[in-house]
């Protein structure tokens, strides 16, 4: 696994790029077919690669799908209810929103935003009709992130905001009586970033958080 890795990225290869047949990766790393195969297909399990039957193999997406599934599989351990994990879920992704602020603070100041506000009406609207609304949450979390350079990061938001959503089905929480303030905060962050005001938009980020946090910390 270590010297297919080590060949990807000797070669640049990037995703999409094909890999030596498995007839060259055996001589090449001096091993037998069934060790080739042994790495490729752990290697495939972690994205790193993806084999298409009948075509070769190739440098994977290299997606953080795997965190995804491991984070939400120990949050959902043999049926168990851990709120702690989703706690510890919603921290990391408050940290995440809060250590960006001044970048995405920075990129949204003084532009016209309408995507980002008809997510915000459309939550509004889900609230008021006491439905939850993910699809624009993650949306506009992820549409603030648009301008900053760090993929990873928005990596990492996109993936937890995913654990996030498979763990919290399993824990049986009601639908929250705050979702008109939970839409209300998202308003109030995209107005802060649109203001040039970090310290507006850390106050706001937290607010946001505050009533899923207060939910979960009452099941603890």
Not at 53 to 78: C, D, K, N, W
Not at 88 to 108: F, H, K, M, N, P
Not at 140 to 153: C, Y
Request: net charge negative.
């Amino acid at each position: 696994m270590t010297a297919i890795k080590e060949l990807i990225i000797a070669n640049h290869l990037q995703p999409g790029d094909p890999l030596p047949t498995e007839t060259t990766l055996c001589q090449h790393l001096g091993v037998s077919r069934s060790s080739v195969r042994e790495a490729i297909r752990k290697l495939e399990a972690l994205r790193i690669v993806s084999v298409v039957h009948g075509r070769g193999t190739y440098v994977g997406s290299l997606s953080m799908e795997p965190l995804v599934q491991t984070l939400a599989f120990r949050a959902i351990l043999q049926g168990t209810v851990d709120f702690s994990a989703l706690r510890d879920v919603i921290e990391v992704r408050r940290y995440l929103d809060l250590g960006c602020a001044e970048q995405v603070v920075s990129s949204l100041a003084g532009t016209q935003q309408p995507e980002l506000a008809a997510c915000v009406s459309r939550m509004r609207a889900h609230a008021q009709a006491g439905h939850t609304f993910p699809d624009d949450d993650i949306a506009f979390h992820l549409g603030l992130m648009d301008n900053i350079p760090n993929e990873v990061i928005k990596q990492l938001i996109h993936s937890l905001w995913l654990v996030h959503q498979a763990v919290v089905p399993t824990l049986g929480l009601a639908i929250s009586p705050r979702l008109e303030d939970t839409a209300e905060a998202h308003q109030a962050i995209l107005d802060a970033a649109l203001d040039g005001d970090v310290a507006a938009y850390r106050e706001a980020v937290t607010q946001h958080y505050r009533p899923l946090e207060e939910i979960v910390a009452e099941q603890l």
